[in-house]
């Protein structure tokens, strides 16, 4: 089928044929919005590099929570920023920490709307790593999966509907389904963020987290950004230990990845638009070179078209606006 026979133009020429042969939409039914909290009461602080993400206390949570589920917005993932941090993360596991009482006033306000919590060290950890360190400052693996069973657990039990481990720890995903099992959670979704890379493309939610690392670099337990083969290798692996979701994180740069693993797995499949994804287009349209909605639709879309069926974006609540308006 060549030219003249064949006009691809004969189906672009307005937009009902273009909305007949479209091949992808977005839909609010994909998105999960993050959220950060802090102790506090009514507070509300914007984050400066991510213009439009604000720390919330738990209050303000609740009616964000609620805002969220209005616009029909399915899903809603947490950070926490605790009251003060130490060496072993202790308020990441602490029953009265900041995360626990979050799930527990969202979930008996917005019982509907589902909770994620993300489980990781680096936002309870004074040295911003996310595990415990040895003597020579490496992140123990082995020590640091008891942690973060300790912590999903917790999370569990104050009514999470789904705990994602972001912490790229090496058998997690196997002894939190193990411990969430036998604790009765059996179904407590579990959400793994399997092909995380260690990404500068983080840079605004450590300012929005105070997660950053004091010393160092992550390379050591976050994927190398070169590699592909391995994300297979991780998300086999977290399959294989009981992971109900998998995750690719960042989006953008990665959407290679996001191909190859619904095409290997044909699995639930997560990509995560990262802080810095959402920082540059909120500073391209702040300055005006770009229209913020038209290339963040677009983005989202790039993400959705190279295969992930679930996407977590600050972009979500902008989304379900500008899906309203049109
Ligand atoms: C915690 C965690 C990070 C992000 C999600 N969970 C930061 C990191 O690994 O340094 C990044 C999310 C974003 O940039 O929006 N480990």
Redesign the pocket.
Known sequence: MSFPTHRARRLRQNANWRRMVSETSLSVDDLVY?LFIMHGEHLRTEVPSMPGVFQLSIDEAVREARAVHEDGIPAIIL?GIPESKDAVGSEGYDPEGIIPKAIRAIKMEVPELLVWA?V?M??YTDHGH?GLLTDSGEVDNDSTLELLVQESLVYAEAGADAVAP??MMDGRIGAIREALDESGFKKTVIVS?AA?YSSA??????DA?Y?APAFGD?RAY?MDPPNSDEALREVAEDLEEGADIVMV??AGPYLDIIRRVREAFEVPTAA?Q???E?SLIKAGAAKGWIDEKRVAMESLLGIKRAGAGIIIT?FARDLARWLRES
């Not at 493309?201 to 450590?206: A, H, S, V």
């Open positions: 993050p950070f993300d990781c680096c936002e996310c972001s912490d963020y995380k493309f983080y840079g605004p939610f450590r987290a997660s992550r976050q994180k960042p995560y990262v802080s810095g959402y600050y």
